[in-house]
């Protein structure tokens, strides 16, 4: 087994091959002035499993389209078998066709992964909305893995014990805020997000009395403009929170997010490696790597 | 038959649907700010001919990605066929193995269309290196097609008839010169590009009195770092060139090439509407536009 | 008098030296792999008045930057004086402090042009909200041209002569389709803006009947995101519009504008040359060399 | 005393507001389509010291100005002291005019920051070239502080007491090197950089026998395009060193330079969090807090 990782998770790749203890192939890869990639594997995969790396953060279509032609090439050069491992998986959400016209850029997705090659995908807490089962709609096999009871360790001691809640913003949310109370053994509850106009969040009133005084870890799966955290934050805050931290597997933060999560007044942003940012305390390597080496057998 | 454009080849696709006098389709694109695309087609192509125009410079990733988003949903809503019309198509450079481990993206670029449902390739001007017949490497039928005939007729007018030579900056562009010269009924010529490091160009010793006193026509397929332009105007200055006038069919201009192609003094910069530019002087519209109808029969 | 341009207008630079038959220095922009730039001028300004143009569009940070350093090493290096030509110029709604604590930031934009040696600017079109004039919140002469006149020669053989009207999206708009519409010998009218959460358009009844049957020509100053020329576009053509023109004096189109202006269906879309694009039909360089030739005296 | 932040350094402003234990005071700044910044400080600074924390790098340009604009406002809004805390000073290299017409772009930064009403300027790790002190050209009183020592210290426990090198890659790093190997109580050493065309780098013979089985620890000040680091790293990996360690202060990593950092293997790249990146592993904070600190008396 090669690990062999793309621009977007250099480190992650080289983190995941030492965890491994197995060879990292390092890539060249390059941008020429006219915006097109230069690529090179260090190494041929001749009969090895190879393992590719690649985060699909911000730049998404770059980050992709550099995926696909290393795993292209990777089959070309003589991979027994192309394991994707995709710590931050986009184009969640346009899961199916809400109106006529739209493209359901998921599928499209997974439709050139299996194309180009790829014999499975390994991903980190992707969101899946309407599709209960991602294996259902990839023709290739697809393992959804969760890197929130790590995120749940980082907290122990940072939080007052039995003096704590664990707060997800919205009911998608409840599956994320569950696994980190369960590390923290402390409750959890999660707001009912009321969509007026722009973003309001309405507490359901029997659980306030459960955040005045005590310290709140609001627990999310991305936080990508900051919106859905902010208002969070506020409400929190209104109901006398003692302090508040925010923790998410993915840390887009796109726009001015930093503004909005921050502004109202947060101890500490947690996030995990698979989108690398200063954020990044929480490693999601351990989990990928124990999934591969249990498929090594 | 319908057309339906990308975001990088709006106005392409207007006037091509116009000139063919059939019907242009609305395609809604933006980008989350995530860095997402959603894609909206305006109209299903239940069982008609598609045409997607989608051109592929500076950014060819994110335009490539969207090009397959829509043209493996056009099949998927029904298109009887699918013809990409590329007017400016990327990653040509890249057409063998050069060293070890490379990724061939020209290989990998003619499958992703053919396996994302493109039955059909156009294209303009294609800078084919090595690959004499790119119909040999794709598996779809592919057309290349010219709007140097139509630079010609661009110039007849602006330079000095009797007293003008067309001059391309190399071997390799000794092909887009011919055209164009035999179109203005004048003589042509190419430089002798010796590499020194950088970018050094040797003018052949004999044909030099050609360019004394002349205007001078610059004539290359693609303007990208600006860089041979530069060497080439540089060099008919100094064998007293009278005006300087350059040409090209695809003004990528990535980098400071405007600064590279205008300092030496050039009297005009024309290109073709391939790459939308305030350069873009002459259409490829007609071109395409009468290839399809002789397509359709 | 000498030019010399910045990377965001080069040809517009090249231009104007060319009608004004003055020298056009070349200026030498690079950017650094980090972000940093790299200037140089062709030649020292000592004792000559120097003519800096460089428009603002897209990248207004990094346009004013290079301006600002340009403009003060013009100064620096002996130039007698220093004209900003700024055809589009950025930042022009934040002319006041609508909330606590915002940054005014056109206030700011004009010390900074003051503070690093310009003496005098001359922009096209400015869109100025409630200053009423300019000049009173600049401490240096500040000029405003409009491109309007040569907008409406451009349309002068292109619309209906007798039978079309000149619409402004809104009141703010009157002034720019009053001068198009007087070129043209045509009515014009001004649509009531009423915003209902987003983008909606109501058409003032009583001159309803103007439009129905009649080619509609529809100016702005500017094309941002295109939802003002969305929304008026549809509203013109539920009135029965013949045929639908666009022209603005700066086609900025940001996001998906070009969808927006397109999908309901126009005949063509004209702008100056102040924002570079394919667009650019009608040139503003006539005009700012008309006003610096009468400066000169 | 107030800490404002801008984009660049939300987390950074945040963190010195908690260990100075005084107001942080959130900062609106979001990006229109257009490009224009729009900027809202939470707070007027009224009679207080503002402390502005704006870290340049990436897109200096961008930060730049918005820090100018931030600057600007807080004097007009009552600030009785602006002191700009800019942990990456960008615009470094061009101190002086190499070639006739070159910007000194440093000069120009410097008198930007004076003129819109800065006091003071905080930086780390600050690359002065040829200028021995920067409060020779600077008017406005200039710190330059540094990281180094921290680290020296997080290396302590990392790499093998007795038996580890430091290495600067040419003489500029030696000032880096030292303090860091002071720290750690190790030995350190500079290699001679010639530049062969692109980037080479020669060992000085007699101190060849440093490197044999000793860990390495690179030190240098910014980390760029990564050319420099990959030739020492290839360089100390020919020498027999055993592991081999990265650090920086600055870790701008522009284009692909994770790539050329980590191909040859590297066992860590940690940097400091002036410019932040999941490499930000030492904070600058406390040595930014204790300077401020001191200067509050």
Redesign the interface.
């Known amino acids: 087994m090669l690990v062999y990782a793309g621009?977007a998770s250099?480190?992650f790749g080289?983190k995941l091959a030492k965890f491994l203890g197995i060879e990292y192939v390092?890539?060249?890869?390059?941008?020429f002035?006219?915006?097109?990639?230069?690529?090179?594997?260090?190494?041929?995969p001749k009969g090895e499993t190879a393992v590719l790396v690649q985060s699909m953060?911000?730049?998404?279509?770059?980050y992709?389209?550099?995926y696909?032609?290393?795993s292209?090439?990777l089959k070309e050069?003589g991979a027994r078998e192309v394991i994707g491992v995709i710590p931050y998986f986009?184009?969640a959400?346009?899961d199916t066709r809400f109106?006529?016209?739209?493209?359901?850029?998921l599928s499209?997705v997974l439709?050139?992964l299996e194309?180009?090659c790829t014999d499975r995908v390994v991903t980190v807490d992707m969101h899946l909305h309407r599709v209960q089962d991602i294996e259902e709609i990839s023709k290739i096999p697809f393992t959804n893995l969760s890197v929130m009871k790590e995120i749940g360790k980082y907290f122990r001691d940072r939080v007052e014990r039995g003096n704590t809640v664990v707060v997800g913003p919205d009911e998608e949310a409840e599956q994320w805020a569950k696994v980190v109370a369960d590390v923290l053994q402390a409750p959890y509850m999660v707001l009912e997000k009321v969509r007026l106009?722009d973003m309001e969040v309405e507490v359901k009133a029997k659980e306030e009395e459960l955040i005045e005084g005590r310290d709140v870890l609001i627990v999310d799966d991305i936080i990508?403009?900051g919106g859905t955290i902010e208002a969070t934050v506020r409400k929190v805050k209104e109901r006398k929170a003692n302090r508040v931290f925010v923790a998410c597997a993915h840390a887009?933060l796109?726009?001015?997010a930093?503004?909005r999560v921050?502004?109202?007044g947060v101890e500490e942003?947690v996030a995990s490696?698979t989108v690398?940012?200063?954020?990044?305390l929480v490693s999601a390597v351990p989990v990928v790597a124990d999934y591969l080496k249990r498929l090594r057998g």
Request: net charge negative; proline share 8%; hydrophobic share 30%.
């Open positions: 621009s250099k480190y080289l390092s890539v060249e890869t390059r941008k002035p006219d915006g097109e990639l230069y690529i090179r594997l260090g190494k041929e953060y911000r730049t998404p279509n770059d992709l389209m550099e696909l032609f290393i292209r090439t050069l986009p184009y959400r346009q109106k006529p016209g739209e493209v359901v850029s499209v439709e050139l194309k180009m106009g990508s403009t887009i796109a726009a001015n930093e503004y921050f502004h109202e942003l490696d690398p940012s200063p954020y990044s």
